[in-house]
Every structure is written in C-alpha cells, then in structure tokens.
C-alpha cells in the first residue's frame, strides 16, 4: 500500500533577493513493516437524533446539536396542552375558583423543554400528551 503525501516545499534561503516559489511535491511513502491499517466504513456510523422519545421528564446526557459538546440537559417545565384540557375540564365541574389552577402545579403533566447548559439552545421538548 502506497499513500502519496503532497508537501509544501518552502524556500530557505533569505539572503537571496528573488522572490520565494513555493511548489507542491508529491512524495510516495510505503508504510512501516508489521503495521496493520484498518478501513473505516462511514457508512455503518450511526447518529441517533435527539428526539422526545429519547428524552423524557429527567435531565439526560447527549451531545449537543448546535455545539457538539457533551452535555447532561437542563430540563424547563411549561405548562403543556395537557394541563390546558384538566383545567378545563375542572372549570366545566364547578371548579373555577382557584381549584382549576391544580393542574398547572403536578409536573406529571408539564411539556419538559431540555435545554443545552453551554450555549442555552433547546434541544428538544417531551409532551406528555
């Protein structure tokens, strides 16, 4: 196997007043005896997305998509569709007066933004529902 290397050959002499042309040689080096080189298929590497199936109520750890750093998320709680529909439906029993804010306090059923902590981008959102 013969892997062909291209160099940038630069001019060392200074005390001459013409101009420097550097020139591009290509050398063929065999690699040392007794060395094994493997292929790497590109193909087979795969890159799970992150995804909200992948994530859930709880910070995980994953790479980044915006800085490719490895990160464990910072989790946000919003009040989600979910919590929209209890409150509702308690406000339809009768419950209008302060008992239809109980669904926006379980964080059972809070939509969960992961956030990076590095460059604060959001990665991605579980819903509950």
Same mark, same amino acid.
């Given at each position: 196997?013969?892997i062909?290397y291209?160099?940038?050959?630069?001019?060392? %002499?200074?005390? *001459?007043?013409?101009?420097?042309? *550097?020139?591009?040689?290509?050398?063929?080096?065999?690699?040392? %005896?007794g060395?094994?080189?493997?292929?790497?298929?590109?193909d087979?590497?795969?890159?799970?997305?992150? !995804?909200?199936?992948t994530?859930?109520?709880?910070?995980?750890?994953? &790479?980044? !998509?915006?800085?490719?750093?490895?990160? !464990?998320?910072?989790?946000?709680?919003?009040p989600g569709?979910?919590a929209? &529909?209890f409150?509702?439906?308690?406000?339809?029993f009768? /419950?209008?007066?302060?008992c239809?804010?109980?669904?926006? /306090?379980?964080? *059972?059923?809070?939509n969960n933004?992961?956030?990076?902590?590095? /460059?604060?981008?959001?990665?991605? %959102?579980?819903?509950?529902?």
């Amino acid at each position: 196997m013969i892997i062909e290397y291209c160099l940038l050959a630069e001019a060392t %002499e200074k005390s *001459d007043s013409r101009p420097s042309n *550097d020139r591009a040689a290509v050398y063929s080096v065999s690699p040392p %005896e007794g060395v094994l080189y493997t292929a790497l298929n590109v193909d087979s590497i795969q890159i799970n997305p992150i !995804t909200a199936s992948t994530l859930g109520e709880k910070p995980v750890q994953c &790479i980044c !998509t915006k800085c490719h750093s490895l990160i !464990t998320t910072r989790v946000q709680q919003t009040p989600g569709l979910l919590a929209w &529909i209890f409150c509702i439906i308690f406000i339809l029993f009768g /419950c209008w007066l302060g008992c239809c804010l109980i669904p926006f /306090c379980i964080s *059972d059923i809070q939509n969960n933004q992961h956030y990076c902590p590095n /460059c604060k981008a959001l990665l991605a %959102e579980y819903r509950p529902l």
